[in-house]
C-alpha cells in the first residue's frame, strides 16, 4: 500500500468530444469527492489550457443533481483544447508553469481523458512532475470515438458514436428505397486513419437494412474498383447505399477527399464539400443515377439520445477507476478495457491499468482479416465485435421531451 | 346514414417519406381490416404508380405484429412515387387505367396519404370516379415534414423532424463549443417555401443550447445583414450557432444554394455542397472563424428514433379516421387537424374533415409575425405553437439495441 497522499486533484478534457466524455468526467469527479485523500475537485477549463492559465473550477460547489446530469450532456462540458506540449528537454515552459500551479493549489492528482494526443500530454506531465520531485500521481482516462487508442480493447466513446451510425444508416436505407426511381445514396463517416466508426454502419445491413459497400481507411482506395462495386449493384436493384470513411485514401497516400477526381474543375478553384460530395460527383458521371451525398459530420460523436448504456457505464466507470487507482498509489497509467466473458459466455467488460508510455501515440487500427478480400466490407468478426458494445438504451433525462443537460455553476477556485 | 357500400380498398403512400407515415399506413390498414364494409385491404406498391400497374399488395396476409411494427418503421414501407397525374380534361388515360384496376379488384374506397401534391391526385380521381359513375369513396391523409398543407392546424410527420432538428441542434451547440479556438456552425435545415423546420431549431435555444441565428424563407434573404449578424455574435463570444432553411432566397427569387456568390468559381463549373457549404465559405471570408456547414439532409426526415408520441398517435389516428369516415359515407376530404385545449388547459387535438379542393395545391407558412423584426429568429409565439407536438417518447421496439423495422411479405393480390 503506498503512503496516504493528500490534495488536490484536477480532471482536465481533451481532445474531439464524445457523447459520453463527460459521464468520464461523473466518473472521476464523483470518486474524488467520495475520495478521504482528496480534499478539493478542480476542473480545468479547456483542458490542459486551463491549468497553464490557471482557471479551474471547483468542482465541489455544484449540485450533486447537476453533475449527475454530465452522465448524458454530449461533448466535453469543461471544454477541450488540441494543445500540444513541447519536449520538456527542448522547452520546459509550459512544465514549470503547471508545477506552479499544482504547488499553488496543492494539486497530488491529475487525471486526464482524451485520445492518443492526451495520453502523450499525460505522460510528459507524469514524468516532469516525478523528474521535479513533486509527489503528483498522473492517470489517464480513456476517450475518441475512432476507437484507436492502443492496449484497450475498445474507447468509451466508440460505442455510442457506432450506435449513432448504424440506427442512422439504417434509418436513411430505408428512406433511400422510397422512389421507384432509383438511388444511390453515399453516407460519410468520422474516422481519418482507423475505419471502426464506418465498418460499424455494416451493422444496419446486418439487422436488415443497411449499406451495400463499406469503404475503411486501414486499405487503400481504388476509384475504379468502386465504381464497378456501385454501378453493378445500382443496375441490380436500382438502389445503393455506400458507407465511406473520411480517410480514405488512394495506395499514393493521397486523401481521396483532397484529390483531383476527372470533375474537379482544372483551374485549381476549391470546390466546396467532403469526401461524399465527391464520390457522389463520380457516381453520378458513371451511372447518371440520382445520388445523396451525407455527411454524418459532428452529428455521430454528439448523438448522446442514442447513446449505448453499456458505453456510458463503462465511460462512468473508467472515470472512477482512475480516481481510486491513484488514491491508492498508482501513477502513470492509463485505464484500459480487456473484454471478458462471464459464466453464461456473456461480454463483461474488465478494467486494467496500462503505462502511459505504451499507449501514447501508438494507433489501433482494424484487423485486416476483418475486412473483406474485396475492400468493401467488414466480415462477421467485425460485428460480432461491436455488437456487445452498443447494447442498452440508458436513461435520458429530459424537459418537455427535449435533452436535460447538465447546468453547472463554474465557480472559479 | 350513407348506404353500405362493401368492396376492397387501396391504401397509397406518396411524397417525401417521414418518421410517421407508416404509422398512418397502419392506422388506416388495421382499421380496414376491421370494417366489416371492406373485404381486402390492398397496399399500392409505389402510390398511384403502383395502382397504374396494378401491382398491390394483400395486406390481410401480413402478420399482425409485424403491421404494428409500422409504427416505428420511417419511410414509406409500400414506397412512395411523385407522380403527377395530368388534367383529366387534357388526357384521361391515367384515369381509365385506375378505373380498369378499381373495377377489377372491387375498390370501393382509396385512401391516399400525402402533401400538396398528393392532394391534388386524391382530388382529381375523387372527381373522376365520381363522374364515371364507380362508387368509391376517397378520402386524403395529410403527411409532410414541411407542415405546409393548407386548413390543417399542423401535419403528421412534422413534429417528429421537428423535435430531430431541435435535439440534433442541442448536440451540436455542445460540440460547437468546446475549443478555445472558437467556431461558426450552419445548420441546413429541409423546408424550401415554409420555414416551420428551421424555426423548430430554435426549441433548442428556448431550453438552454441552440442556435444564435435562425433564418427562414418567408422573408427575403440579406447577405449583408447575415453576415454582420453572424460577424457580431462571434466577436462577442467566439461562437456561433446557425439554423437556415435550404429555402433562403433573395429578394429577386434567387435561391442563395443556386445564386453566384464572391466565393464561386468565375468559370461558372458546378460547385459540390449545399446552401450551408456555400454560406460557411462566405462566413470564413469575413470573419476568418473556423466554419462548420452541417446538412441534416435525408436524416431529419427518418430518424424515427426520436419520433414525437404525439405526432405518432396523431398520424396513426389521420389514418384511422380516414377509413372510418369513409366507411360512414365521405368522400373527397382530407383528415385535418384542429388545436384545442382540454379542461387543464392542455393541448388536445381535434379531428375534422376538410374538402379535398379546399387542401390541394395551397401552401401554408409561418406567419410573419412569427418571425423577429430582425428576420433572424423566430418568436416565441412560434415555440408555442411547435412545443405541445413534440411531446412524448414512444415506445421504440429494438432487436439488439437496433431499431427492429417491419417486415412485410408483401403478396401481390
Not at 484507436?148 to 433511400?176: Q, R
Not at 463554474?410 to 477556485?413: D, H, M, P, R, S
Given at each position: 500500500?503506498?503512503?496516504?497522499?493528500?490534495?488536490?486533484?484536477?480532471?482536465?478534457?481533451?481532445?474531439?468530444?464524445?457523447?459520453?466524455?463527460?459521464?468520464?468526467?461523473?466518473?472521476?469527479?464523483?470518486?474524488?469527492?467520495?475520495?478521504?485523500?482528496?480534499?478539493?475537485?478542480?476542473?480545468?477549463?479547456?483542458?490542459?489550457?486551463?491549468?497553464?492559465?490557471?482557471?479551474?473550477?471547483?468542482?465541489?460547489?455544484?449540485?450533486?443533481?447537476e453533475l449527475a446530469y454530465l452522465k448524458n450532456t454530449p461533448s466535453s462540458e469543461l471544454g477541450s483544447c488540441r494543445y500540444k506540449l513541447a519536449d520538456p528537454d527542448a522547452d520546459d515552459t509550459d512544465y514549470k508553469r503547471i508545477l506552479d500551479?499544482?504547488?499553488?493549489?496543492?494539486?497530488?492528482?491529475?487525471?486526464?481523458?482524451?485520445?492518443?494526443?492526451?495520453?502523450?500530454?499525460?505522460?510528459?506531465?507524469?514524468?516532469?512532475?516525478?523528474?521535479?520531485?513533486?509527489?503528483?500521481?498522473?492517470?489517464?482516462?480513456?476517450?475518441?470515438?475512432?476507437?484507436?487508442?492502443?492496449?484497450?480493447?475498445?474507447?468509451?466513446?466508440?460505442?455510442?458514436?457506432?450506435?449513432?451510425?448504424?440506427?442512422?444508416?439504417?434509418?436513411?436505407?430505408?428512406?433511400?428505397?422510397?422512389?421507384?426511381?432509383?438511388?444511390?445514396?453515399?453516407?460519410?463517416?468520422?474516422?481519418?486513419?482507423?475505419?471502426?466508426?464506418?465498418?460499424?454502419?455494416?451493422?444496419?445491413?446486418?439487422?436488415?437494412?443497411?449499406?451495400?459497400?463499406?469503404?475503411?481507411?486501414?486499405?487503400?482506395?481504388?476509384?475504379?474498383?468502386?465504381?464497378?462495386?456501385?454501378?453493378?449493384?445500382?443496375?441490380?436493384?436500382?438502389?445503393?447505399?455506400?458507407?465511406?470513411?473520411?480517410?480514405?485514401?488512394?495506395?499514393?497516400?493521397?486523401?481521396?477527399?483532397?484529390?483531383?477526381?476527372?470533375?474537379?474543375?482544372?483551374?485549381?478553384?476549391?470546390?466546396?464539400?467532403?469526401?461524399?460530395?465527391?464520390?457522389?460527383?463520380?457516381?453520378?458521371?458513371?451511372?447518371?443515377?440520382?445520388?445523396?451525398?451525407?455527411?454524418?459530420?459532428?452529428?455521430?460523436?454528439?448523438?448522446?439520445?442514442?447513446?449505448?448504456?453499456?458505453?456510458?457505464?463503462?465511460?462512468?466507470?473508467?472515470?472512477?477507476?482512475?480516481?481510486?487507482?491513484?488514491?491508492?498509489?498508482?501513477?502513470?497509467?492509463m485505464v484500459a478495457f480487456e473484454r471478458d466473458k462471464d459464466a453464461s459466455g456473456n461480454y463483461v467488460c474488465k478494467y486494467i491499468l496500462l503505462p502511459l508510455t505504451a499507449v501514447a501515440n501508438a494507433e489501433k487500427k482494424v484487423p485486416l482479416?476483418?475486412?473483406?478480400?474485396?475492400h468493401n466490407n467488414v466480415t462477421k468478426d467485425f460485428i460480432d465485435y461491436v455488437l456487445p458494445l452498443i447494447q442498452g438504451e440508458p436513461e435520458r433525462p429530459t424537459e418537455c421531451s427535449l435533452p436535460r443537460y447538465a447546468k453547472l455553476k463554474?465557480?472559479?477556485?
Open positions: 500500500m503506498a503512503d496516504k497522499l493528500t490534495g488536490a486533484c484536477i480532471i482536465g478534457q481533451s481532445g474531439g468530444p464524445t457523447s459520453v466524455i463527460n459521464a468520464s468526467a461523473y466518473g472521476a469527479i464523483s470518486a474524488a469527492l467520495e475520495a478521504e485523500e482528496i480534499n478539493q475537485v478542480l476542473g480545468a477549463d479547456h483542458g490542459i489550457t486551463g491549468v497553464l492559465a490557471d482557471k479551474l473550477y471547483d468542482m465541489g460547489q455544484e449540485d450533486p443533481q500551479v499544482f504547488k499553488k493549489h496543492n494539486v497530488r492528482y491529475f487525471f486526464y481523458n482524451g485520445g492518443n494526443d492526451s495520453m502523450d500530454t499525460c505522460d510528459k506531465i507524469s514524468r516532469y512532475m516525478s523528474k521535479s520531485g513533486w509527489d503528483c500521481r498522473v492517470m489517464g482516462i480513456p476517450k475518441t470515438i475512432d476507437n484507436d487508442l492502443f492496449g484497450t480493447d475498445h474507447c468509451p466513446g466508440f460505442a455510442s458514436a457506432a450506435k449513432y451510425i448504424a440506427t442512422s444508416a439504417m434509418e436513411v436505407s430505408k428512406d433511400s428505397k422510397v422512389y421507384p426511381t432509383g438511388q444511390v445514396t453515399i453516407i460519410e463517416i468520422m474516422g481519418r486513419h482507423a475505419g471502426w466508426l464506418a465498418g460499424s454502419a455494416a451493422l444496419a445491413t446486418y439487422f436488415g437494412s443497411g449499406p451495400d459497400l463499406v469503404y475503411l481507411p486501414e486499405v487503400d482506395f481504388d476509384m475504379d474498383a468502386f465504381l464497378n462495386d456501385v454501378e453493378r449493384i445500382y443496375n441490380e436493384k436500382k438502389n445503393c447505399l455506400v458507407a465511406v470513411s473520411e480517410g480514405l485514401h488512394f495506395a499514393d497516400g493521397t486523401f481521396v477527399s483532397q484529390a483531383k477526381t476527372s470533375s474537379t474543375d482544372g483551374f485549381g478553384h476549391a470546390q466546396l464539400g467532403g469526401l461524399a460530395a465527391r464520390l457522389a460527383e463520380m457516381v453520378k458521371e458513371r451511372t447518371g443515377a440520382k445520388v445523396r451525398p451525407i455527411e454524418l459530420s459532428l452529428l455521430q460523436r454528439c448523438g448522446a439520445h442514442l447513446a449505448s448504456k453499456t458505453d456510458l457505464e463503462e465511460a462512468e466507470m473508467a472515470g472512477r477507476k482512475a480516481v481510486e487507482a491513484a488514491v491508492s498509489g498508482v501513477t502513470g497509467k482479416e476483418w475486412i473483406t478480400p474485396e463554474k465557480v472559479q477556485a
